[in-house]
């Protein structure tokens, strides 16, 4: 069951990234479309300041759902051990 929640939040995550980078991007270079690595009329640091954003935000959301999982995580075996523990205590 954890794994489908992982899989499912990571796709989810992967998504809100790309969102929010293409967000990021239109605020701090005032462009509606974000650089690739393929268009060569693009500046190379300006491309490679776009991947590094880009990287940097998915790191961010990476972390932040394998967090929020290992929270959830314990919270699930901190339930289970109370009710454990109130079957024994009864």
């Known amino acids: ?7 499912i939040f ?4 992967g998504m809100l990234a790309g969102m929010l980078f293409k967000r990021v991007w239109k605020l701090a270079a005032g462009e509606k479309d974000t ?3 393929e268009d060569l009329e693009r500046d190379l640091v ?7 954003l880009q990287g940097a935000i ?8 394998k967090r929020a999982g290992a929270r959830g995580r314990l919270r699930t075996a901190q339930r289970k ?6 079957g024994i205590a009864s």
């Open 1 to 7: 069951m954890y794994r489908a929640f992982s899989v």
């Open 10 to 13: 990571s796709m989810l995550g």
């Open 35 to 37: 650089p690739h690595a």
């Open 58 to 65: 998915a790191g961010m959301i990476r972390g932040a759902t």
């Open 81 to 86: 051990a109370a009710r454990e523990l109130a």
């Open 46 to 52: 300006e491309v490679m300041a776009a991947a590094a």
